[in-house]
């Protein structure tokens, strides 16, 4: 009998100063199909900080921890399981699973995006609760039990662990990117954000063909790591005022504003700004408001005059995150993972994610 | 000698109460390569309403008057003239022509997109004063001068001028479809406005493949026009209010809401009203919104959740009134012209339209 | 216990005179969620002639019938069964049913393009053979068993039976829009081809903002129903040779070529053909070549030179069909099928369509 | 009085030994708006080769060379002149020109391409002939004169004159790339050839996104440059027949194919080849047929099958090369250059780059 430690969520309690509950449970036999992972690694993500403010619902009593790495350790039945490119998965696979699009709804189907689904479940939070079998659902926990079926994806084994769990914010920009039909090659592109989604954002924008990449954000510290992973051009909002920084991208686009605008910032208020840093016929793309944060006052005239085209991205299909996994490998994205947790002081970490002190914390159980 | 009677607007006060003074004026030689047309219709356009406002500049003492059809009387010189497609001008051809971009600046050539040139000059307010050579450089005129290499077009003989007068309205839309990547086939798109612009969108969405067209406006008799060129449902903004209007834009889409909305009514709030009829990926044009009408205030997480993507359109190239004609020609659009008016009448004219009791108003000189 | 007639056919023979035999068989008892469907209509299609020369696999002894229409006898158990878009399906529904992706494999998920599903199974031929359970797996039948999880549609009740089976050809042309970015509004459009999925395309054409379409085909016969459903132009193959084809289509687009260009005549010399007649900068797009009919000669050169975009549509997705419901509603198709046998004269039906006698021949069982 | 070493083309004769002659002229004035550049480097292209052999038209006597970089010695008249983004030019200043499209003509102004202008002139063999005024207005050559109206651009001081020679080939690649749609991010990229356009693609590709790239070419001295500039795999086609050719790719590509293929090989027989090589739903590029080679056979039941897109792509606008600049600094390239002659020896280098020994070729005044 395997037993494993995991955090339990029991409920969202509006604040909390050590919301989560280190229990010892028994790892259920597995069924056909099912796979045992060992976890690697489980990346505490901006999303998991909105659960414990009740901004976004999950199912509690809960184990979070939706970014995740593991190693098989067993599968269950005799068939063979496939990751899904088709890969035969095996024990001693390092490997990831992704949020699971039930290819039968309208969206999935009729629509043809996955990322649309509208019975989409995910681990750590939603799959099932922590009190209903196979209770080890999340990452944040000793062993996860992952349920038959998964969409799994077996990882190159020569990928850094660190750099599947930053391949979660990573996704969703190469989903942006699609959206927006890619850019075109020496696009000027600002990021606003600085966070994993920002970060990955112009790490993307650089390495797809962009001419120049401007992060606009904070702290200082995260403003480095940008310019240390390409960035031309940074600007710190503690420092720098709105207006200014409007005039800042005008003067380094010669006048005319940015070819693309990438909104990771979550606040309201920077979409009223990036469409002032967007040129004649640019794109503003959406990407910070998976949570909502409220309105904002925008004109349509802007819009209008310069024939912007706005668009959202919302989280990502599998393509996205397979697709994003040669980023993964070519670019060393050690330095984003600022700070790592064991299991036990799960707490510490997601506390430490609130206060934004963290990039991207990892729970190494 | 020929004389000439014509409409000038000697200065911007508002209010007026009749704004425009008719004069008689000589009719300059012609150089050579310029093209002496005798007025057949000049349509009244809202825009001339926002000059009157001083909400869209132009240069005083004008000659107002932009969407034009008129006859050539005479061109200046030996050569040959051409229009956009080639053709050449011949004396009695029937002809409008369209605003002149430079096809030198940044936009027109880098940027591609001549709709945005920078130096864009159209008749009827923009190009020369009405108190320099030529002077008679708009529509509201018994004869128009058209300078040496404008953006000619050779109507086909069998276009009802009244057709033509609304070509201005539809190119944007056509410029719209454009920009947006058209319609998929079978779309239900909602137009929220029932003015030209509305209208001749409406009716472009139906000839271009709209499965099914729901237009939102006022007053009735506008709706009903709608409902003649062949709109599946109207929705009466004077008898409905607006969270209605949304429930049941959703009722007629199975809750899922329209393929496509096209902006046409140039009131900020309509965008957060439309914004909420689109579906999950659907498509939002903003070409209602030529002037500044103030701020509307939107929640980005809308955007973001249901991935809309947002479009702005700005006049329109010569290609796109050229694409524009084939509809002219097919569908009569002479029930549109609601109100006609002398030269004498001008004044009249306008005021009728500032108060919208004219769908679309022309002055037959 | 109910019987049904079925035509069987029992092996590939070639050439074969006779090739179907009628027999009478038990209907099985329904499962749940499978359907029992009493035929109205069915289609004979190209592909079925394609079959019988063994040119198109089918696993014999097989029921062919793919384009069918039918009326729901029974549904198995107790649950609530749903079509594609999540309407409940009812005994006395009018229904069709798609080819089934399994939405699984690499290229429903991945790519995202169920057309191109690695296991896609259809009736007619390909589901199951006929000497297994359930037998009636076609619509050249009295009744049809359809299996549990079918892509079901049901039909609007004001939905003539014939028009459902022109969708068959109108959803690969509605895809092959889509594929192509859409027609720009105004766009002249040839069509190579006057079979079914050449007419169909030219009437979809038509209605998705041509603004002219040029029908290239033969018999007369066909020629004629293409202009009766709207087509500007006709060329008869058969009265004109290649190349004054090519300078016909040239005439009546000012020298300058076809917009766009849809193949759908099945024969590798119409592609060489056909890139002559797009502009600089046109569209082709290669629907007719489902079948290998082998090579042509063509000239890199040309399409570099004009840089056309050649484009190959496969299939349909389940969008594509129930986009094309819309056109199928709006325009009376009922003299596109010229045709109709009873089920005892398949054979006679289905050697008629061999000798291209019919446009569209329908078994009324 | 300047005077001005120059090597003309008296006249097509093919075979040629020593094609070119070389004569001291004088330089006329400068009229307004002209400019005078003094030669810093300028390419040998294959199409200097093409014009030789009398497959690319010019009108004799010519001076080729239409790949330069000149310091700006003199410009005529009082007034500023500005290049092609607006910047003012200046004395001293390191320049190139490009291909000056008209704006006038229909393809570009209705269909807005001007890489299809109808009336293009280019230097080094169109402009006008070696015999009339201006004379100096090609490559080969001591200083060139610079036509008034010429579409300049100033280069940024730190751009190796190098680099820019291969900014022609580039411009073509980036063209092609916005024609395609771009790349999607992580797409494998097969190039089929290896000349200074089919390297270019390839180092455009990896630097636009592209998670592998391919290029199939030869010399084995090519190959290995392209590995250097970042080739994943190379492929020689001396050793490696056609058949293997493919199977390498398919086994690159876990038997799906290669996402986009650049032909750059300008073989017909490399379309057949390349169409086995994209997979379902892949994109094909057409860029290496700027010159007539003939037919190849193709089966269009391929591209329908697999729905593959073709595009082909001519040239290049003046924003492609501006989009270009950024590669150009960035990734030093001055190892493609692989000869350079002075002026005196230009038949041994034209010669050269016939026998294809060299990459680059550059001619040094």
């Given at each position: 009998?395997?037993?494993?430690?995991?955090?339990?969520?029991?409920?969202?309690?509006?604040?909390?100063?050590?919301?989560?509950?280190?229990?010892?449970?028994?790892?259920?036999?597995?069924?056909?199909?099912?796979v045992?992972?060992?976890?690697?690694?489980?990346?505490?993500?901006?999303?998991?900080?909105?659960?414990?403010?009740?901004?976004?619902p999950?199912?509690?009593?809960?184990?979070?921890?939706?970014?995740?790495?593991?190693?098989?350790?067993?599968?269950?039945?005799?068939?063979?399981?496939?990751?899904?490119?088709?890969?035969?998965?095996?024990?001693?696979?390092?490997?990831?699973?992704?949020?699971?699009?039930?290819?039968?709804c309208?969206?999935?189907?009729?629509?043809?995006?996955?990322?649309?689904?509208?019975?989409?479940?995910?681990?750590?939070g939603?799959?099932?609760?922590?009190?209903?079998?196979?209770?080890?659902?999340?990452?944040?926990?000793?062993?996860?039990?992952?349920?038959?079926?998964?969409?799994?994806?077996?990882?190159?084994?020569?990928?850094?662990?660190?750099?599947?769990?930053?391949?979660?914010a990573?996704?969703?920009?190469?989903?942006?990117l699609?959206?927006?039909?890619?850019?075109?090659?020496?696009?000027?592109?600002?990021?606003?954000?600085?966070?994993?989604v920002?970060?990955?954002?112009?790490?993307?924008?650089?390495?797809?063909?962009?001419?120049?990449?401007?992060?606009?954000?904070?702290?200082?510290?995260?403003?480095?790591?940008?310019?240390?992973?390409?960035?031309?051009?940074?600007?710190?909002?503690?420092?720098?005022?709105?207006?200014?920084?409007?005039?800042r991208?005008?003067?380094l686009?010669?006048?005319?504003?940015?070819?693309?605008?990438?909104?990771?910032?979550?606040?309201?208020?920077?979409?009223?700004?990036?469409?002032?840093?967007?040129?004649?016929?640019?794109?503003?793309?959406?990407?910070?408001?998976y949570?909502?944060?409220g309105?904002?006052?925008?004109?349509?005239h802007?819009?209008?005059?310069?024939?912007?085209?706005?668009?959202?991205?919302?989280?990502?299909?599998?393509?996205?995150f397979?697709?994003?996994?040669?980023?993964?490998?070519?670019?060393?994205?050690?330095?984003?993972?600022?700070?790592?947790?064991?299991?036990?002081?799960?707490?510490?970490?997601?506390?430490?994610?609130?206060?934004?002190?963290?990039?991207?914390?990892?729970?190494?159980?």
């Amino acid at each position: 009998m395997v037993m494993s430690r995991v955090a339990v969520l029991p409920e969202i309690r509006v604040p909390a100063d050590r919301p989560f509950v280190l229990e010892e449970v028994e790892v259920p036999p597995l069924t056909t199909g099912a796979v045992l992972g060992r976890m690697v690694l489980a990346g505490v993500c901006g999303t998991d900080v909105h659960i414990l403010h009740g901004k976004v619902p999950v199912r509690t009593p809960a184990v979070l921890g939706h970014e995740n790495v593991a190693r098989v350790e067993a599968i269950g039945g005799e068939d063979e399981i496939r990751d899904v490119t088709g890969k035969v998965v095996q024990v001693g696979d390092l490997i990831t699973w992704l949020p699971k699009s039930c290819m039968q709804c309208y969206n999935c189907t009729i629509l043809g995006d996955p990322s649309k689904c509208e019975k989409r479940v995910g681990y750590g939070g939603w799959v099932v609760p922590a009190d209903q079998f196979p209770y080890l659902v999340g990452g944040f926990s000793e062993y996860v039990w992952i349920l038959p079926g998964s969409d799994l994806v077996v990882l190159p084994p020569d990928l850094a662990p660190e750099a599947v769990v930053l391949g979660d914010a990573l996704r969703i920009m190469v989903h942006g990117l699609e959206r927006i039909g890619g850019l075109a090659y020496g696009d000027t592109v600002v990021v606003q954000g600085s966070g994993a989604v920002g970060l990955m954002g112009a790490i993307l924008a650089r390495d797809a063909g962009a001419g120049q990449v401007i992060v606009i954000g904070a702290p200082a510290a995260r403003l480095e790591l940008a310019r240390e992973y390409g960035a031309d051009a940074v600007i710190d909002i503690t420092q720098v005022p709105a207006t200014e920084r409007i005039q800042r991208v005008l003067a380094l686009t010669n006048g005319r504003g940015a070819d693309v605008v990438f909104e990771c910032a979550g606040v309201p208020a920077a979409v009223a700004e990036g469409l002032e840093m967007v040129r004649v016929n640019g794109k503003y793309m959406i990407a910070g408001h998976y949570g909502d944060a409220g309105t904002v006052s925008l004109n349509p005239h802007l819009i209008n005059k310069k024939q912007i085209t706005i668009t959202g991205v919302w989280s990502a299909s599998n393509r996205h995150f397979l697709r994003g996994l040669h980023l993964l490998r070519k670019i060393p994205l050690e330095k984003l993972v600022t700070h790592r947790f064991p299991l036990a002081q799960i707490n510490e970490a997601v506390l430490a994610a609130e206060r934004q002190e963290t990039l991207k914390a990892v729970i190494v159980p």
